[in-house]
């Protein structure tokens, strides 16, 4: 069986302050790991992904996703936010070795504040 | 590149009724996907085709939910008839194909459904 968690629903950071939008996963065999953000009124737009190689992912518009294996986590990051990355953070995975497809997480509400 | 198209933008029914759902993938892409979303829930997969062949329509229910992708391109997603817990936004995604570095969705604006 293959989930992921968002532990928190909300996430408030100040403009100009790091932030981190936390994913955790569940998969047997090795994850394919992915970060979606939804705007207002827009689609999920795909930001970044982990499929094998460096544990150090970078994405779209500044930001970064950190692979831990042995902690099972894939955490979003960004060194200093802007008041434009406000929006909906969504975290999906899927088990390479499964026919599943992608599981996706129930999202993060990232709010940057000015 | 045109993104992936879907209409209507919005809809709302009463319980009973029918309502269907248009989808134009990304021109090229194999793979589609149609997903519901209920609010403040991540994304579930309805059913997934790649061209014109059903993949997986595991979580589709299939009582009152039909889709069909004609000759490979456009999508129809229907639900006959409507309940009330079918309020949510149906999704529209593609991709170039499945595996690895093709695994990367992009995703419509999608119907924001309301059944009253």
């Known amino acids: 069986a293959q989930s992921v968690a968002q532990p928190e629903d909300q996430v408030n950071v100040a403009e100009g302050n790091p932030l981190t939008v936390k994913c955790t996963y569940s998969v047997s065999g090795n994850p394919y790991l992915f970060w979606y953000v939804q705007y207002p009124n827009r689609g999920l737009q795909f930001l970044l992904k982990?499929?094998?190689?460096?544990?150090l992912v970078k994405g779209s518009y500044g930001f970064e996703a950190e692979f831990n294996k042995s902690q099972t986590s894939f955490h979003l990051k960004k060194p200093s936010a802007l008041v434009s990355d406000s929006a909906l953070y969504v975290c999906?995975?899927?088990?390479?070795?499964?026919?599943?497809?992608?599981?996706f997480g129930s999202g993060t509400q990232l709010t940057v504040l000015p | 590149e045109a993104g992936v198209a879907q209409s209507p933008r919005y809809k709302i029914i009463e319980k009973r009724q029918s309502v269907a759902f248009w989808c134009n993938p990304i021109?090229?892409?194999?793979?589609l996907y149609w997903y519901q979303q209920i609010l403040g829930q991540g994304p579930k997969l309805l059913i997934q085709f790649q061209n014109n062949g059903v993949v997986d329509d595991s979580q589709l229910p299939k009582d009152r939910f039909s889709a069909e992708r004609l000759k490979g391109v456009d999508s129809t997603l229907k639900i006959q008839p409507a309940k009330l817990e079918d309020s949510a936004v149906y999704l529209c995604a593609s991709s170039l194909g499945t595996g690895g570095n093709y695994e990367k969705l992009f995703f419509g604006s999608g119907t924001q459904l309301s059944v009253l």
């Open positions: 982990y499929i094998t190689g460096d544990n």
């Open positions: 999906a995975v899927r088990d390479d070795g499964s026919a599943r497809q992608l599981t």
């Open positions: 021109s090229g892409h194999a793979t």
